[in-house]
Structures are given as structure tokens and as C-alpha cells.
């Protein structure tokens, strides 16, 4: 599968957090049909049928006419990944920006939780290797990319996921959520009017 780059289009296809998930879970588990679908994401068969026909008329899902019937229709993910390049499209599409990456954020938050809670019924060796980390880091612009593509090398050393590819027995899916975000706290400290440190309580002032 090749990437999915975003242009403006794309990016309006993917503004709806239903949408997003579709892609996702059809990269991750395979060609699945809309009924399939609605039941894992908990909604309409009908909403699924619609938002995938949106996906398709944007090149993101088609049709797997190797499977089903008349009365079935089974759908497959073109891209294994989706990413933005070039161009500046947050700034130029704000909403559907906003959008996209909010549905993102919705599907990492919802892995995780159906993660943590199936923790306790985990073999004791993927208990050991689960691992929720944060570190608190301070960086340039410049080297918060680095840093993003350092870790993309790393992670493309191991194997990748593939649905139907050939695998060791002993291995399971693994969900890797990569997250290099700026605090936006900091920003809004950023704000605050030249000097202000200096007539606080405890400044050496």
C-alpha cells in the first residue's frame, strides 16, 4: 500500500471522527463490510454505508469485489498511512483540520482505554512489556522534528503490520501511539506582559 498524502480534498474527508476510525480499523483488522463496521464503532449500519462511500469518492476506501455478494458489499483501506506534507493546509482549512485531528485524538484515546482495561487479563509478559510514558521535554521547532523522525527510523526497524502478512506465532498486534505536541499552557504563559516575573513573590526581586 502507498501513503495516503493530504491535500484539501482529503482533508475534508477525513473532517469527521467517524471517518477517521473506518480508515483505522479498516488498516488494522482488513476489509470488513458496513454492518461489521457499525457494530465494532457502536452506530448505524446506515451511517457506516454513508461515510464510506464518502471515504471512497475521496480514494481512501473501495470496494473489495473479491468478496461478498449482491447484498453485501465489502470494503478495503488503499493506504496503510495517512500524512500531511507541503503545504499548509491547517492554516488554509482550519475547520477541517481541527477536525481530522480531533478524530485522530479520539481513536488513540479510545485504544488506550480499551488497552488499560483489558490490563489485568493480559499475560504476565505483555503485562511487563505494557508502557504508558510521558516526559516533559524542551525543544526547538527545528529539533522537535528531528526528534519526530529519529523515533520514526527506530520504530521502522521493527515489523510492521500487515493484515494476512506472515508473523511468529508469539506475536501479537501492538498499538505504538507516537504524540510530539507543544503545550499549549505554555503559550498562553508566553502571553503574559514583559516583567511580570520579576514582581512576583519569591523573584529576588
Known sequence: MTDAILDAKGLRALAHPVRVQLVGLLRVYGPSTA????????IASGATSYHLRQLAGAGFVVEDTGRGNARERWWRAVHQVTRIEGEDLAGQEPE???GFLQGVAAGHTLRAQ???AAYPGLPRPWREAFDMSDWMLRLTPQEAVELGGELRAVVERYRQHAPGADAPEDTERVFLILQLLP???A???AEGTPGDAENEPGSGA
Open 183 to 185: 503545550d499549549p499552557a
Open 187 to 189: 503559550a498562553d504563559d
Open 96 to 98: 477541517d483540520a481541527l
Open 114 to 116: 480499551l488497552a488499560t
Open 35 to 42: 454492518t461489521r463496521l457499525a457494530e465494532r464503532l457502536g
